[in-house]
């Protein structure tokens, strides 16, 4: 069994920066690849980024996060960071941290475990 615990969310101000992470259970971690999702209100869960099993190489969404966000890992503590800098208002959502055991990959339906998702809220 995997399970995925979020923290780190909360509410901020234009321009703040917040770290969310993301602890997993079980053993199989270290070959989980991981991704941050974000679903804001009234719109579709979006890919954020993502992060492989080794933790050498990321992929990003499209530049409206690159260079602001950035995601690691430390498997020796079984768990996913996402740093967020500059925030803006366009960032509020709710953020989940997801693993996939099967690919490297930006699409949701290749994630099998979720976490349960932690508030970010940025205001202007």
């Known amino acids: 069994q995997v399970q995925l615990v979020e923290s780190g969310g909360g509410l901020v101000q234009a321009g703040a920066s917040l770290r969310l992470s993301c602890t997993v259970s079980g053993r199989t971690f270290s070959r989980c690849r991981m991704g941050w999702f974000r679903q804001a209100p009234g719109k579709e869960r979006e890919f954020v980024v993502g992060?492989?099993?080794?933790?050498?190489?990321?992929?990003y969404a499209d530049s409206s996060v690159k260079g602001r966000f950035t995601i690691s890992r430390d498997n020796a503590k079984n768990t996913v960071y996402l740093q967020m800098n500059s925030l803006n208002p366009e960032d509020t959502a709710v953020y989940y941290c997801?693993?996939?055991?099967?690919?490297?990959?930006?699409?949701?339906?290749?994630?099998?475990?979720w976490g349960q998702g932690t508030q970010v809220t940025v205001s202007s």
């Open positions: 997801a693993a996939s055991l099967v690919a490297t990959t930006t699409m949701s339906y290749d994630y099998a475990y």
């Open positions: 992060i492989t099993a080794s933790g050498r190489n990321t992929y």
